[in-house]
């Protein structure tokens, strides 16, 4: 039975077990298990769908809904197959690409930060984040697998072999969506060089 | 400089790349109660149907959970040996098969007798 709160101590942390020997362990009933790989895990599927969706609302959603499927494949996680986290990465890349294509978004101001006290780092911030709604928006126009590619290489940094298996294709490939999606997100985003403050940089 | 090039297009990223992204304890709370679920939907459902059938009659015949105690072992046991008995064993499950049916039996005649 679940009861929360529940804290990550010592043993927790430095539990070092592999990601797939924690996730057998969980299967077996095991819930410490459970705790190492949230606490260990959902950052990193945290930090990928907010760079994807930039909206923390939409990117815990995603983060929660991917541990969930982790859970339950547990019984049937083959350890020979792709590691967890090349696993999640794939699992948090559709679902991301999944809401960008559903919403149609274009920037949302509400989800700019709150501006900062004094006025010149302020308008830095606003910028960039106007920049980074921009980036994301555009990559929801893209082809899915394109707008996969692009976000694992630039904004995860991965290499290009490690996106080739997280996508199940080729390096060749995958050298083609990046390339293929990075020309139409200049296209799309030149068209609003000024809004995004390129044009007067000082 | 504009966002023409795949150079430009690259600082954006590293900009998004480099951001901070803190994950809050509602969030990890959430992922733990979903794992919760999971473990108490999967956890081993305890006895067998065989035995959970007989179970419930010796139940109502004893009168519930706190009279059964050591004889819900007992019973399984018995169950068990008589379902898959090993063979030097038989003619041991075959005695205690029939001394389990006995209980609820002679729990009734000493009702009625009571009753008349």
């Not at chain 2, 600082?11 to 794992?35: G, T």
């Amino acid at each position: 039975m679940y009861t929360p709160p529940f804290h990550m101590n010592d043993a927790h942390m430095n539990d070092d077990r592999p990601d797939a020997v924690l996730l057998s362990a969980f299967a077996l009933g095991d819930r410490q298990a459970a705790l190492v790989l949230t606490h260990r895990l959902t950052p990193r599927v945290m930090g990928q769908a907010y760079r994807m969706l930039g909206d923390r609302a939409e990117a815990e959603d995603v983060a929660q809904e991917a541990m969930m499927q982790l859970w339950k494949i547990a019984p049937n996680w083959d350890a020979d197959r792709a590691k967890v986290t090349t696993w999640l990465y794939r699992i948090v890349a559709n679902l991301c690409t999944d809401r960008l294509r559903k919403s149609g978004r274009g920037v949302d101001l509400e989800a700019v930060a709150e501006p900062e006290d004094d006025a010149p780092s302020a308008t830095d911030r606003m910028q960039t984040q106007a920049r980074a709604h921009a980036v994301q928006a555009a990559l929801g126009d893209l082809p899915e697998r394109q707008a996969q590619a692009v976000a694992l290489r630039h904004l995860e940094d991965l290499s290009n072999p490690q996106i080739a298996e997280i996508m199940d294709t080729s390096v060749r490939t995958v050298e083609s969506l990046i390339a293929r999606g990075k020309r139409a997100l200049v296209a799309r985003l030149s068209g609003r060089k000024a809004e995004l403050g390129f044009e007067d940089d000082t | 400089m504009t966002p023409e090039t795949e150079n430009d297009l690259d600082d954006l990223f590293a900009d998004l790349a480099a951001e901070d992204v803190p994950v809050s304890d509602a969030l990890l709370d959430r992922v733990m109660m979903d794992a919760d679920a999971v473990l108490a939907a999967s956890a081993p459902q305890a006895p067998a149907p065989v035995a959970q059938g007989l179970g419930a009659m010796l139940l109502e015949a004893i009168g519930g959970w706190p009279a059964f105690g050591g004889l819900a072992a007992a019973t399984v046991a018995g169950v068990w040996l008589g379902v898959s008995p090993p063979a030097a064993l038989s003619p041991l499950t075959e005695s205690l098969g029939g001394s389990m049916i006995e209980v609820p039996l002679l729990d009734g005649d000493l009702l009625s007798a009571l009753e008349g």
